[in-house]
């Protein structure tokens, strides 16, 4: 199985061909992906090289101009670094484009803290408008990147990453996916935690509903899975009426796995479900930093979401 980076520069380099409005701009990393793609499109493959701020600067100006420009580089450097001129060049200008990372919060543990990112997520939330998508396997990343290419002026982060499920799903951009269904509470999981989920809660009564998009985040989904005992009717084909358990007795109990910052998405949870009683965990990379490395499993059970320390954490909280 090629990897989300491998399937990103092959569907980008043909989305050139196809697109005249696309440009990628790089900073170094990721050059060799799009060397064929840099020969047939010279003045649509930009590589500014270590270069992060004028990495963003660039995307910027091509969005001005009426260009689509998706931009790539690790996480830490294309979203931490550059924060201002995103913030800027994009927002305070009302550009859109397509923000496309990788590392994310521990794909190269032997890189050092310099390469992880977790905070990203969390960072885009205080900016108004991104769309954000998480994919879990290089189908879905495909699926989503095509989205994003072609979303017209929106401004969309898509968060890509070295860890990722056996299978893919069939995702439907913008909407969360259930997986299984029960009347324990509801589990979400997002992107590359989806395996490890379900090897938590193997033998527990509780829905899992998968992200791929969690901005904006699928508050129809969340809602139908939470009314009436995590009820039927949820997925991406059939989510319920908007206000579905509003006004029920029944409190929710909804558990967030994220593959960044633990807590990020709880605020919308809650505003989700804040007409309703509820009570919600999140769980992802805490804030200490590990500063022993090895393999990307080993790093996720150092930080928790293992299978077993998930099952632990997640069966807890919903026996209280």
């Known amino acids: 199985m090629d990897t989300m980076r491998e399937r990103f520069a092959a569907i980008v380099s043909r989305l050139l061909d196809e697109d005249p409005r696309l440009a990628v701009v790089l900073a170094e990393i990721g050059k060799d992906g799009f060397a064929d793609a840099a020969r047939a499109h010279p003045d649509r493959v930009i590589n500014v090289g270590i270069r992060e701020q004028l990495l963003v600067g660039v995307g910027g100006g091509l969005a001005l101009t009426g260009m689509r420009p998706i931009l790539h580089t690790f996480a830490s450097f294309l979203i931490e670094r550059p924060f201002e001129q995103i913030k800027l060049d994009f927002g305070h200008q009302g550009m859109g484009g397509v923000l496309v990372s990788a590392a994310g919060s521990y794909d190269w543990p032997a890189g050092g803290y310099t390469h992880m990112a977790p905070g990203d997520v969390a960072l885009l939330d205080t900016l108004d408008g991104w769309t954000v998508h998480v994919p879990g396997h290089p189908d879905e990343a495909e699926t989503l990147l095509r989205d994003a290419a072609a979303a017209g002026d929106d401004s969309v982060y898509v968060r890509l990453s070295a860890h990722a499920n056996s299978a893919p799903r069939d995702i439907a951009p913008g909407r969360f996916l259930t997986v299984r269904e029960g009347r324990g509470g509801v589990v979400i999981a997002v992107g590359p935690m989806l395996d490890n989920v379900l090897a938590a809660v193997e033998g527990l009564d509780v829905t899992v509903l998968y992200a791929t998009t969690v901005r904006p985040f699928d508050e129809r989904t969340l809602r139908a899975a939470t009314a009436a005992g ?49 009570r919600v965990l999140g769980l992802g990379i805490p804030r200490r930093e590990l500063r022993r490395y090895g393999t990307i499993d080993e790093h996720l059970a150092g930080q928790g979401l293992d299978p077993a320390s998930l099952r632990e954490r997640i069966a807890g909280f919903l026996r209280r």
Do not use: F, K, M, Q
């Not at 994220?258 to 309703?276: H, Q």
């Open 230 to 278: 995590a009820g039927a009717g949820t997925g991406a084909a059939g989510a319920g009426a908007a206000g579905t358990g509003a006004g029920t007795g029944a409190a929710a109990d909804v558990v967030i796995v994220e593959p960044y910052l633990a807590g990020t998405s709880i605020g919308a949870v809650n505003d989700t479900l804040a007409d309703r009683p509820h």
